[in-house]
């Protein structure tokens, strides 16, 4: 989200879904749960070149009419069909000719008054900016080889290492050597370069190492004008239009509706041809506009929350909130991620601010894909901007999250004890050498399960553990939402020199990736980004946002060491054990003296390492720091912002020495 909330402001509050009576001179109903339920699939437009079929779910409508357009934007329509009442609040009508490539909307009429031009709530094709539905040829948007397309392996969610990023910020600097630059496409060149021949683009992340790409809003949203993609448009995506579509600002034609299904198609295949899966960030809960939002204009206050006075409820912090709890929006819900799964092979969703949604509608979306694939991964933010017009206990906060099994949420606890409150940018915390956090980063390090040496009564924002096993834990220091990191170094620490800044920077990094959660870093981290100290950069310009690619020449210790510590992680199941029994069997804090300095050990080949024991130490003072250990002769591979499996030397116990502002791992 574009604004950044803390979920502890509202988990306390208990609220009761409020109903508004809804009567048409067609229908009456009490209160929305008594609105009929239409069975089967929510599909608006079925095709043939013989005939087309259109239904719309519209209970409360008093009559509606399809509208046939030749273009996608513009002009009037070229017949206009009325639509017959039919079961379950449905309204249909039958075109007895051959539409492809022909346009349409719907538009509602409920107390004798029309309510606007609508594509549906349910369009899978749209014209430029969404406003249209098309009717297109859908084997012709499948990229050669699509149907041996599958997703790469993964064995466990612990194996999972996420990489968050936005398409434009990925490419469009001309350091980036893409062609296609801010575009799907990006993500489909191979070869692309910076100035000194390192590699950018889908290579890049080849040799970095992830396994998850984490795309920002990627479905058609509305605040970004796709007839001026040429002013230099830039948007998150956090203003939903049309769920079902790719968005047309990231397609190199948004004005032919299938191109931009199939460049997204194109993406997604050779993300999987290299090995990376592919996540897309869903923001069902809210929409851009009310009023004139597809939902509002088809059934008038179903979809969304309303507070005791009936006006919209705001959880999102955005003018409305959507209300998962009702059975249509359930539905509609759970065939969203079902399609975007089986039309597009998508592997995994991140819901942006899923603590307005309800929990039953989070089990239910989870055992539909289970069905499916039970490794497409589910995450997102445990919290809300406001109090939702819901039961807190019923909702999918982070404290409820134990009910969501394999559901996993953002541990603020971990980034905000590394980094400081992500309120006040000012304030650092361990990372800055301001003592009190230790408990902080141990809860994250542990994966936010319980664990008898991490006390929750000195934990930031949380006075119990909230994750039954340790993947329900996204682990993380910086996101698109805040201060990046570099960025947030600087802000809590304004004397910082650029030694400093990049062992610091690598300390976060390294508590993140052993830990035992699940590691999710931002796009460019990696080569030290920065956004010029701005932390809502969600309408920013590509002079803020965008990548610059020479960083990975000038930070190239950096980005090495990224990448050995993913290595690193990938060749060591100690430290992604994914099993809260076996982390609380192996994972054993060791007694530090005084604060900012943090060390544990995963002993006896945990998780079946070929390493027996692992020291982890992280010190966050300025000084190097005594550490005392189980005697033996252990081999270094990380110290002083240098990581080498083949060992970087030998240390005996039963003391050793961590330098300052860094991490020390050693095994034996």
Request: proline residues 5%; glycine residues 8%; charged residues 25%.
């Amino acid at each position: 989200m574009k604004m950044g909330t803390n979920y502890l402001a509202i988990l306390g509050v208990t609220t009761v879904t409020t109903v508004m009576s809804c009567t048409t001179a067609k229908k009456e109903y009490m209160s929305y749960e008594l609105y009929p339920v239409r069975t089967g699939n929510l599909i608006e437009m079925e095709y043939t070149p013989e005939a087309t079929k259109f239904i719309l779910w519209s209970p409360t409508a008093d009559e509606v009419r399809l509208m046939l357009y030749e273009a996608g934007e513009g002009g009037h329509a070229y017949e206009t069909v009325k639509m017959q009442p039919g079961e379950e609040g449905t309204w249909s009508a039958v075109v007895n000719k051959d539409l492809i490539g022909k346009f349409y909307t719907f538009n509602v009429k409920i107390d004798d008054k029309w309510k606007g031009d609508t594509p549906g709530i349910n369009a899978r094709a749209v014209g430029v900016n969404g406003r249209r539905a098309a009717i297109i040829d859908w084997q012709s948007t499948n990229p050669d080889g699509w149907e041996s397309d599958i997703r790469p392996p993964l064995k466990s969610a612990a194996d999972m290492i996420i990489y968050e990023m936005h398409y434009r910020d990925f490419s469009v600097d001309s350091t980036s050597g893409v062609k296609h630059k801010g575009k799907y496409l990006a993500l489909t060149e191979h070869g692309t370069m910076n100035s000194d021949k390192l590699l950018t683009g889908i290579d890049h992340l080849i040799e970095l190492g992830v396994t998850h790409v984490h795309l920002l809003p990627s479905f058609d949203y509305a605040s970004v004008d796709e007839t001026k993609l040429n002013e230099n448009s830039y948007n998150w995506g956090y203003d939903p239009q049309n769920y079902n579509v790719p968005d047309g600002s990231y397609a190199t034609d948004p004005y032919q509706p299938a191109t931009r299904v199939k460049e997204f198609k194109q993406m997604v295949q050779a993300l999987h041809k290299a090995g990376i899966r592919v996540i897309m960030d869903v923001v069902y809960n809210h929409t851009f506009n009310t009023d004139e939002s597809n939902f509002e204009r088809t059934v008038p206050g179903y979809f969304y929350r309303q507070k005791e006075d009936k006006s919209l409820a705001n959880g999102s912090g955005c003018g409305n909130e959507t209300a998962s709890e009702r059975p249509m929006m359930r539905k509609f819900m759970v065939e969203s991620v079902l399609y975007w799964i089986k039309e597009y092979h998508v592997d995994g969703f991140r819901f942006d601010l899923m603590g307005i949604h309800d929990i039953e509608t989070m089990n239910e979306i989870r055992k539909a894909v289970n069905m499916i694939d039970p490794t497409i991964c589910i995450y997102g933010e445990g919290w809300a901007a406001e109090a939702p017009q819901y039961p807190a206990d019923s909702l999918a906060m982070k404290g409820n999250i134990a009910q969501i099994p394999e559901v996993a949420v953002f541990s603020d606890e971990l980034r905000d004890g590394l980094c400081g409150p992500v309120g006040d940018k000012h304030k650092g915390a361990f990372l800055a050498g301001i003592p009190g956090e230790e408990m902080s980063v141990k809860f994250g390090i542990a994966g936010a399960i319980e664990h008898p040496q991490v006390h929750c009564d000195s934990v930031n924002y949380t006075k119990k553990p909230w994750a039954k096993q340790p993947v329900q834990m996204i682990s993380y220091v910086s996101c698109h939402d805040g201060l990046c990191l570099v960025d947030r170094l600087k802000a809590s620490m304004p004397s910082i020199t650029p030694e400093q800044l990049i062992r610091l920077d690598k300390l976060a990094q390294t508590v993140v990736f052993t830990s035992q959660g699940i590691p999710f870093i931002y796009a460019g981290e990696e080569i030290m980004r920065d956004k010029q100290g701005i932390d809502n950069s969600y309408k920013s310009p590509d002079a803020v946002n965008a990548i610059d690619w020479r960083r990975k020449t000038t930070n190239g210790d950096v980005f090495i060491y990224y990448k050995r510590l993913i290595d690193l992680r990938k060749s060591h199941p100690a430290f992604r054990m994914g099993d809260a029994a076996l982390v609380r069997k192996h994972l054993e804090f060791l007694p530090v003296e005084g604060s900012n300095l943090i060390a544990f050990r995963l002993k006896d080949h945990a998780n079946g390492d070929p390493w027996e024991e692992i020291i982890v130490a992280f010190n966050s003072r300025p000084t190097p720091a005594k550490l005392a250990v189980p005697l033996g002769k252990y081999t270094v591979v990380c110290k002083d912002g240098v990581i080498d499996t083949r060992g970087l030397g030998i240390q005996n116990g039963p003391e050793v020495i961590i330098p300052g502002q860094s991490a020390l791992i050693l095994y034996k």
